[in-house]
């Protein structure tokens, strides 16, 4: 039997395993895939509670999270490639003009 | 028409302007046309928004996605007011880059309406998507710039952290779900006071941990402060105060909004907001101000000012879960919020004015002797920097002086102490900047500064005088913020 505690055991899994791949890569695309993982787990958790509530309300928040993650790969690919042109590497330790 | 379009009427009249202005720069030529149209528009849909809206009390709906109370109605104005000053220094500052900024003002907009989504928001939802409607809109302004390096290298760093920072708060808003079954502010509040926590105490602290630290992150509070001093270095001057003043007065609005509507139902929750904000307030002035005082770029130190200027305001929001205190303190910290504004944009204009067009940002050095080369524009910038070292007969004082009165009152005698010494210190990098103004260092030349048009001096000149008259006569301001709250 698949419990509420299952769907949220494998989401904060998703999660951690996005949260290391944000911290450790040093691609900034990798980087970024890393944290659609970390937001695709909050997915799985409103979809999980919204059905578990019997309501709709985990599944329309679901729809939002997914249209913002659009708009954010699609901003993101620009700003990238923005900063491919400059440095001819997509590496984010090229991104240190600027510390402390 | 019904209540429920006019509790939006702010959020869509700058939502209506920003597709205008995207439209229009598909045909206008000139920044500078774009730019007068961005701000004559701000002004009269969405300032004539919230002053109707203002002089009928506001409206509220029950159950409805936003709440257009006074409250929600105070921040819309700041935010016009914030835009309309940004948009109007940004018009010399691009040209001055020679930098192409039609789409410039429709981003600036948009970046508007998404703050005052996230200040009237009461639920989740619309919660997250003022917060994402902002940050995003932000991003693409931090890189502007595309000639210079630091620009598009502040854009790619603020994105990938605010991207990393918005997770932690979805996580953290999934996890308040799935504590009370509802995901408007009223129906979470109803869950917390009766105790009916379906998947118990352990996930709902959880999530509020985790939507704090997304909160922190926005908040620029320290430990969660990293990303702002690359990005405010890095970004287009007007932009930085955009971001600095706008996104930091957002993120603390959307902050009092859910507390006071949610959080205040549970004790436990009250009782660690309190302890938390307090906490990571003071660490932010303290740490902040002493790694402000080691900089030498104008505006990396602004950044951690405003950095500093956050963990004062921290103060003040951890303060209003104390219930006696709370109405004195929420008048306090618009005060504070309200004089931030005037004070911190005016300090980032003074930047964007001496900051040469090949450059992104300029050392102490290009400050020294300004005094003699530059009188007035030095003038007006040691009023700002006084104001935000809190020096008496500014207004920066008297928002400092609020916020530590209303915690002696209770009774938080170590708080404000600590913070007061931590003011003492951020006292010190401000003089020096002043210092550096009037008295050049032996054998140094006065630096010289770019031509300034008409329309940035008037602009310092309205917010200097600003600065000092609500310093003197604080009674237009403190009038308008008393007895705001949630409707």
Known sequence: MITIGHYLVLASFLFVVGLIGALTRKSAIIVFLAIELMLNSVNLVFLALGRYFGQLDGAVFVFFIMAVSAAEAAIGVAITVAFIRRNKTTAIDAANLMKW | MSDLLWGTLPIAAMGLAACLMFLLAAVLKSGRTAGVLGILSTLILGGGSVLVLWS????????????????????????????????????????????????????????????????????????????????????????????????????????????????????GMAFLYGSSASLDFGGIATALSTGAIPLGEPILYLGFFLFLVGLFFKLSLIPFHFWAPDVYQGAPTPITALMAVGGKTAA???????????????????????????????????????????????????????????????????????????????????????????????????????????????????????????????????????????????????????????????????????????????????????????????????AQVPKVGWTTLALLTVMGAGTLYLGIFPGLLTGLVKGLGIG
Request: hydrophobic content about 55%; aromatic content about 14%; charged content about 10%.
């Open chain 2, 56 to 171: 009928q009390g506001g409206k509220v709906v029950p159950a409805a996605l936003v709440s257009c109370d006074k409250l929600a109605l105070f921040f819309d104005g700041l935010f016009v007011l914030v835009a309309s000053l940004v948009m109007a220094l940004s018009l010399e500052y691009f040209d001055k880059k020679k930098a192409h900024h039609v789409e410039l003002y429709g981003f600036i907009i948009l970046a508007t309406a998404g703050m005052m989504g996230l200040a009237s928001a009461t639920n989740l939802i619309t919660f997250y998507l003022g917060l994402e409607t902002m940050s995003l809109s932000f991003y693409v302004l931090a890189g502007f710039l595309r000639a210079h390096e630091n620009s598009v290298e502040a854009s790619l760093k603020y994105f990938l952290l605010g991207a990393f920072s918005s997770a932690f708060l979805l996580l």
């Open chain 2, 252 to 446: 603390a609005a959307g902050a009092i909004r859910i507390f006071l509507s949610v959080f205040t139902a549970s004790q436990g929750l009250a009782d660690k907001w309190f302890h938390l904000f307090m906490a990571v307030g003071l660490m932010t002035i303290f740490v902040g101000s002493m790694i402000a005082v080691t900089q030498r770029h104008i505006k990396r130190l602004l950044a951690y000012s405003s950095v500093v200027h956050a963990g004062f305001i921290a103060l003040g929001l951890g303060a209003l879960a104390v219930a006696s205190l709370r109405e004195q303190m929420l008048a306090a910290v618009l005060f504070y919020l309200a004089a931030y504004l005037l004070m911190n944009v005016g300090a980032f204009a003074v930047a964007g004015v001496v900051e040469r067009p090949e450059n992104y940002d300029e050392t102490l050095r290009s400050y020294s002797g300004l005094g003699t080369t530059a009188p007035y524009l030095a003038a007006l910038f040691s009023v700002f920097m006084l104001s935000l070292a809190g020096i008496p007969l500014t207004v920066g004082f008297l928002g400092k002086f609020y916020i530590f009165g209303a915690l002696v009152k209770g009774g938080y005698y170590v708080v404000a102490s600590l913070g007061l010494i931590g003011a003492v210190i951020a006292t010190y990098y401000y003089l020096k900047v002043v210092v550096a103004l009037y008295f050049p260092a032996a054998g140094e030349e006065p």
